[in-house]
């Protein structure tokens, strides 16, 4: 399958993978997604089927490599799947399209450090405490050491207006119940269109930059986002009753101090400014009133 000069999206029907199409399409980007759900107008890929199953395209300009399992839960539970997904599968499948001669950007997180560091730099040694960071980890490794011009785009937490926890929150407000989020849970929240934004820059532009990373200026709690948006939305703060992850009874595999990264690099060579992190929450209030 030929795709002369497309960038190639794998997992395009994820949260960030739908976001960064639709921006390359808006910057007249033409744009191959993948999909292992068979949404229409997509190219099928399964990264936990064999390899020998899947159709890369050819003559792509480049390459997003936003599939994954995410969820922090699944991978410490089903660690040997979910390292085949994360971490072999989607490392050959760089090495398949950088071999082709495509420009990888593999998509990561902050969790890849401990979060003992705010602002933690891109050249910082790796130092995950999850399951799912170490994974991140480890495909990050393999893939700079392997994939000429490959890339790694860190990101801190992806604030959508569809968070299942949010909807959860207004669903309990609209009842008049409170809510009880996390008060020493922290993120460092980006807009999915922040996030877009930065991955469209850095796949289509070549630069010295082996890591990139995209990161909010400052951390806030599960706890204050809940009281921004409550107020956002004409619900009493009084709705909101903060509580530690130790006296909630919920078992983490770690609660980082910090999570956010030094973005300087976004500002310095693409002029993407770092943003407060309200920006992010403060666009998921309007989303709900119907302002995109
Ligand atoms: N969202 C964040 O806050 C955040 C923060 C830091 C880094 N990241 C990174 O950004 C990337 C995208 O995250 P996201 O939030 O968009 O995640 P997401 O919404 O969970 O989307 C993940 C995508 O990966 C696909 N996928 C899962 N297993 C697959 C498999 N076996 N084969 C092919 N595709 C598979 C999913 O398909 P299905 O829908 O069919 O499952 C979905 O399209 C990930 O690498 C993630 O680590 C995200």
């Not at 490599?65 to 995410?70: I, K, P, Q």
């Not at 910090?258 to 992190?277: K, N, R, S, Y």
Request: hydrophobic share 45%.
């Amino acid at each position: 399958m030929a795709a002369d000069g497309a960038v190639l999206v794998v997992g395009g029907d994820g949260l960030v993978g739908t976001a960064v199409a639709r921006r390359l399409e808006g910057d007249g980007v033409a744009v191959v997604r993948t999909s292992r759900r068979g949404t229409p107008g997509t190219v099928p890929l399964d990264l936990a089927a064999s390899p020998e199953s899947w159709t890369v395209p050819r003559g792509l300009r480049g390459a997003v490599l936003a599939a994954a399992v995410t969820s922090t839960q699944q991978c410490r539970d089903h660690a040997v799947e979910t390292h085949r997904v994360n971490v072999d599968a989607t490392v050959e499948l760089a090495r398949r399209l950088s071999s082709g001669g495509t420009r990888v950007v593999l998509l990561s997180t902050n969790m890849v450090f401990d979060g003992t560091v705010a602002a933690t730099p891109a050249d910082a040694p790796r130092s995950p405490m999850t399951a799912y960071g170490r994974m991140k980890a480890e495909a990050e490794e393999a893939i700079l050491a392997t994939c000429l011009e490959a890339v790694v785009l860190r990101l801190t937490k992806v604030l959508p207006s569809t968070l299942p926890l949010i909807a959860s929150w207004r669903d309990a407000w609209t009842r008049g119940e409170p809510v009880r989020p996390f008060s020493d849970l922290m993120l460092a929240p980006v807009s999915p269109a922040h996030a877009a934004e930065a991955i469209a820059a850095v796949t289509l532009a070549s630069h010295p930059d082996r890591i990139v990373q995209c990161s909010a200026t400052a951390d806030v709690s599960y706890a204050d986002v809940a009281r921004r948006l409550a107020a956002a939305w004409g619900h009493g703060t009084s709705l909101v009753e903060p509580v530690s992850v130790a006296a909630s009874g919920v078992v983490l595999e770690h609660v980082p101090r910090h999570t956010t990264l030094a973005a300087g690099t976004l500002q310095a060579v693409f002029g993407i400014e770092t943003p407060d992190p309200w920006v992010a929450v403060d666009a998921v209030a309007l989303a709900e009133h119907g302002v995109r």
